[in-house]
């Protein structure tokens, strides 16, 4: 658990569901995939994972893109996403060279289109 309000997932199950589920939201750095936790409401939690597929190159890209949306996700999600719901953020080619600040206005436009942000 990294803090009291996000937890990371884990488990393919997980990844699953809301891929099936879920909305998604593609942008030009990341694709947001996002789904509310209507069976758990007594804990307010945010749970994100990261997913970044062979498609975007060998493992050491793969690992510092998904470094940058970790980062990404604890700094955004805390301040805007809205509690007891799971987000996905998957890895685009383009994540690797994009600025971390484009990342940001990528992952907030995401959370406006899927109306899963805080209302501010």
């Not at 007594?42 to 749970?47: T, V």
């Amino acid at each position: 658990m990294m803090s009291c309000d996000i937890q990371s997932i884990k488990k393919r199950v997980d990844f699953i569901k809301l891929s099936k589920e879920g909305l998604s939201s593609p942008q030009e750095g990341l694709v947001l995939q996002v789904i509310s936790n209507k069976e758990d409401t007594k804990h307010q939690l945010i749970r994100f994972g990261v997913t970044a597929t062979k498609k975007i190159g060998n493992a050491v890209i793969r690992n510092k893109c998904k470094r940058k949306l970790r980062v990404l996700a604890k700094d955004v999600l805390l301040k805007y996403a809205k509690k007891n719901s799971y987000y996905v953020l998957i890895a685009r080619n383009t994540t690797y060279n994009r600025n971390i600040s484009l990342l940001k206005t990528d992952l907030l436009n995401a959370l406006k289109e899927t109306k899963y942000i805080k209302k501010i």
